[in-house]
């Protein structure tokens, strides 16, 4: 597998992945910009010009929820996801796109108009209220938390990965709000872990 990363970015998730599962791979780091990721060669790769981007024989793909979810199929004998006759299953697929396609909406926004944009187009309104949302959403993860170490129950799965990076995200930003003492335990035991050590320091 060859897996095309810019450092702190959504590729992180893959990264982290693959080494929690300790499979061998190529990673090609890239620097964060349009003279890479819009480069003819790598627009071949994914069209989308965005990371990751992962290369698996005849597999090309992007998304990377799609990428963790391939690599448990094919490569995780079972790893890091709940048995698929489990109760937690259903669980585990509710949070595992819950950090992407839930979490990383406020986070991005709250990038863009907090410190990505150019002043003279940042929209104060817009990233107050993606702070709400994200605080709601942060309450929800808080109440989730409460009583298990882990999302689904208290066994580290993918899920923690992919949900766990925007917490990454939020805190590297210094956007991650206070008083969520659950979301900051269960952090604090993701990122003791050597493979997230690896991808984030990557």
Known sequence: MKLYHVSKSRSTRILWLLEELGLEYDC???????EALQSPDYLAINAFGKVPALIDGPVTMAESVAIVQYILDRYADGALEPDRD??????????LEFGEATLMGPVANIMLHGQFLPEAERDSRSLERNRKTLSAYLGVLDEELADHKYLVGNDFTAADIVVGYGIFALKLFREMPTGFANVENWFERLSARPAYQKATAA
Do not use: S, T, V
Not at 28 to 34: C, L, N, Y
Not at 86 to 95: D, I, M, S, T
């Open 86 to 95: 489990a109760p937690e299953y259903g669980k585990f697929l509710q949070w």
């Open 28 to 34: 090609e780091a890239m620097p964060f910009g349009p």
